[in-house]
């Protein structure tokens, strides 16, 4: 679902390891499919972090229906699913679409412990 931001770029089965696992610094995947209205919603409060918070944290997203190995790897059950990675390590990892609110401070928390 490439939102209407640059920011938010898609990644797929093949490219996952070298923009996700090798990538320096925080990086939040979401897991999304196109059938799934809440993977929508999100979709937009992803690319307006993506701008603010440029530089910073990098954001990825990858359809699950079209690269199925990803999400089965991670254990990827429901969507939107987002899981935060850090120098290629998992940090933290939430199910649902959420406040753009709430999802900042879920985020501040997991790369502020």
Known sequence: MTTTAAAVLAVTDETFEAEVLRHD???????????????????????????????????????????????????????????????GERVAQWVGARPKARLLAELDAALNP
Not at 25 to 39: N, T
Not at 41 to 57: F, H, Y
């Open 25 to 87: 610094g925080p990086v939040l995947i979401d897991f999304w499919a196109q059938w799934c209205p809440p993977c929508h919603m999100i979709a937009p409060v992803l690319a307006e972090i993506a701008a603010e918070r440029a530089g910073d944290l990098t954001i990825r997203e990858i359809n699950s229906d079209e690269n199925p190995r990803t999400a089965r790897d991670l254990q990827v059950m429901s969507l939107p699913t987002l899981v935060l990675f850090r120098d």
